[in-house]
Antibody, heavy 122, light 108 residues
Framework: EVKLVESGGGLVQPGGSLRLSCATSGFTFTDYYMSWVRQPPGKALEWLGFIRNKANGYTTEYSASVKGRFTISRDNSQSILYLQMNTLRAEDSATYYC?????????????WGQGTSVTVSS | ENVLTQSPAIMSASPGEKVTMTCRASSSVSSSYLHWYQQKSGASPKLWIYSTSNLASGVPARFSGSGSGTSYSLTISSVEAEDAATYYCQQYSGYPWTFGGGTKLEIK
């Protein structure tokens, strides 16, 4: 059974940092692209970025809204995905989801975690 | 950035009714890269339809998807109470991937 479990959310002050984790199981982690998507309360989904699979060199892509502030990485030995978030702003407050690209390079995300909530406030 | 506009933002339907929601892109999207997700209140999104018209695992056959270029749609042939949710389209035509603003389906 495929599982994705996020952790690391919480309350952080503006300008602060936070690292989110996404523990995965039930599939060969290195075979898949992995994404982060966020959703502010009551608003739509926003794709933040992804990290490619082993075959594509684990390279990354980011949305303009987080490029330079957020970094996606992966620990392939433990099948964990990370999102390092720096210089946080109030508008970064959201539920953060990790998701797996389904493996056909069509960029559909077939499994999602339950989400972890981040609040940026003083 | 390829902006996706979903309409209507909110819709209400009675059980048994046929409903259609649309997703329009500001630039053309290959049909292989247009997907739909269902999100129920308080839950994570679920992949619902991939590559325009392919139902994800477990999705009832009353759902269908169609479209090409800049216009796509999701249709439910006979709405049921369990279909109440927000539906998001998502595309890839270069970076960034983008989502639409969602269509919230309410059941009367």
């Amino acid at each position: 059974e495929v599982k994705l479990v996020e952790s690391g959310g919480g309350l952080v002050q503006p300008g602060g940092s936070l690292r989110l984790s996404c523990a995965t199981s039930g599939f060969t982690f290195t075979d898949y692209y992995m994404s982060w998507v966020r959703q502010p309360p009551g608003k739509a989904l926003e794709w933040l970025g992804f990290i490619r699979n082993k075959a594509n060199g684990y390279t990354t892509e980011y949305s303009a809204s987080v490029k330079g502030r957020f970094t996606i990485s992966r620990d392939n030995s433990q099948s964990i995905l990370y999102l390092q978030m720096n210089t946080l702003r109030a508008e970064d407050s959201a539920t953060y989801y990790c998701a797996r690209e389904r493996g056909n390079y069509d960029y559909a995300m077939d499994y999602w975690g339950q989400g972890t909530s981040v609040t940026v406030s003083s | 950035e390829n902006v996706l506009t979903q309409s209507p933002a909110i819709m209400s339907a009675s059980p048994g009714e046929k409903v259609t929601m649309t997703c329009r892109a500001s630039s053309s999207v290959s049909s292989s890269y247009l997907h739909w997700y269902q999100q129920k209140s308080g839950a994570s999104p679920k992949l619902w339809i991939y590559s325009t018209s392919n139902l994800a695992s477990g999705v009832p056959a009353r759902f269908s998807g169609s479209g090409s270029g800049t216009s796509y749609s999701l249709t439910i042939s006979s709405v049921e109470a369990e279909d109440a949710a927000t539906y998001y389209c998502q595309q890839y035509s270069g970076y960034p991937w983008t989502f639409g603003g969602g269509t919230k389906l309410e059941i009367k």
